[in-house]
Structure formats: C-alpha cells, structure tokens
C-alpha cells in the first residue's frame, strides 16, 4: 500500500514551458512535503518543501501546491530548463519523533526531460 | 560546508560476505537516515539514529541488518552475509533540525 503516489513515471516538456509533477498521499497524519531531484548515480537533492498548514511555496522557478483536501500537491517549474531534466521524488513526513523529526515516504519518482 | 558522506560509493560482496557502509553527517547535524533504493523504486526508510542512539529501525530486516551511530565517528550500516535481494543504493541522510533531511551520494552494493 503506497501512501505516496507519483502516477506519471515520465514527464516531457519543452525548454522555456511549465513542467507540472503530481503527487497524491493518503495519509492524513502527514505534516509537511518535500520535493527532491536527483541524477543518476547521485543523491536526491532537496528542492522545495511545504508544510500542511500551507497552500503554496515558492523558490524561484519552483513552486509547490497543496490541496490537503484532495490530499494532491503538485511542484511547478517555470521557466524549464535542460538543466532540469531529472527523476523528481515527492516525499511525506509525519513528524512522528517530535522536533519536527520523522522519516520520509517517497514516491516512484517522476522522470522529466526538458527537451531544448 | 561539506555535505553528507558516503563510502565506499561502490561495493561488489560475495553471497554470504559482509558489507559495511559508512555515513558522516553533516556538520552539527544529529540525526541520521539509512534508506534503500531497488530499482525503478522509490527510497524506503531502514533506520532513524541520534549519536549513540537507534531511535527507529522499523524499516529495517530484524536479521542480518544492523546501525549504528557512535559518539565518534560515521554512522555505520552493516550487513551480514549478504544475498543477492540486497544488492541496491544505499542513502544516508542528515538533519540538523526541521523536516529537511540531506542526503549523501550513496553506496551501490552489488552482491555476486
């Protein structure tokens, strides 16, 4: 049972448009959402993170939605860029060990190409 | 500021070997997450440790698995006589503070 669900495995999209990577969880008790990129043969590298109590968070070209009662989020990249082009985890915690602390549920991952 | 550390990045055992993996944390940071990657899956949580502490090791097989995150010194995952179902990336996380955990290259284990 997935409590945290990425369903597009790939996403493709042209240099300077919007990519949109989708995330659904069905745990209420999450608190907070984190957004990772990663390349191959690296480690995931955080991008952007939102808190339940939140709708949205910005950083640049990144931008996180949350629809907690649809249990959805999504990250906006905009412009997009090759650089970009990267697997994107969606990852839920909840705080269960206090002091903000607890462990991170990921998703599949989504594939993105940023074509030029 | 360095980041989080792993090694090795690669470790090639033999069915039945051990295999050691090592993590040091980022600067003042006191928390620390194992996870495992297969292939074409996402990272699953194994351990949560504070110095000298295992907090959490829920995701972690009770056999042949085991952590630890000393006074002095990385934070070690070992595995005892390994086979070829733990062959995967291994990532270590860090965390000062917050929900933001920093996550290491990795180790890729192969086991022959």
């Known amino acids: 049972d997935q409590q945290v669900k990425q369903n597009s495995p790939s996403l493709s999209v042209q240099e300077g448009r919007i990519s949109i990577l989708n995330c659904d969880y069905t745990?209420?008790?999450?608190?907070?959402f984190l957004w990772y990129k990663k390349y191959p043969a690296e480690g995931p590298t955080f991008l952007i993170s939102?808190?339940?109590?939140?709708d949205k968070n910005e950083d640049g070209r990144f931008t996180v939605f949350l629809n907690k009662s649809a249990k959805h989020l999504s990250l906006h990249i905009v412009p997009s860029q090759p650089g970009d082009s990267a697997v994107y985890f969606c990852?839920?915690?909840?705080?269960?060990?206090?002091?903000?602390?607890?462990?991170?549920?990921f998703g599949k991952g989504t594939k993105l190409s940023v074509k030029p | 500021n360095a980041g989080v550390m792993q090694n090795p990045r690669h470790l090639v055992r033999r069915r039945g070997q051990e295999a050691r993996l090592r993590c040091s944390p980022m600067?003042?940071?006191?928390?620390v997450y194992w996870y495992r990657q297969l292939p074409e899956e996402g990272l699953k949580f194994m351990v949560y440790?504070?110095?000298?502490?295992?907090?959490?090791e829920s995701g972690m097989p009770k056999e042949r698995f085991s952590a630890e995150f000393p006074k002095e010194g990385p934070s070690i995952l070992r595995i005892q006589q390994v086979v070829r179902g733990d062959s995967a990336a291994y990532f270590c996380a860090s965390s000062l503070q917050g929900h933001e955990q920093y996550f290491g290259p990795g180790t890729r284990l192969t086991v022959t």
């Open positions: 939102i808190s339940s109590i939140k």
């Open positions: 600067k003042g940071h006191s928390h």
């Open positions: 745990n209420s008790m999450f608190d907070y």
């Open positions: 990852a839920a915690s909840d705080g269960r060990y206090g002091g903000s602390q607890g462990n991170l549920i």
């Open positions: 440790l504070q110095k000298e502490n295992i907090i959490d």
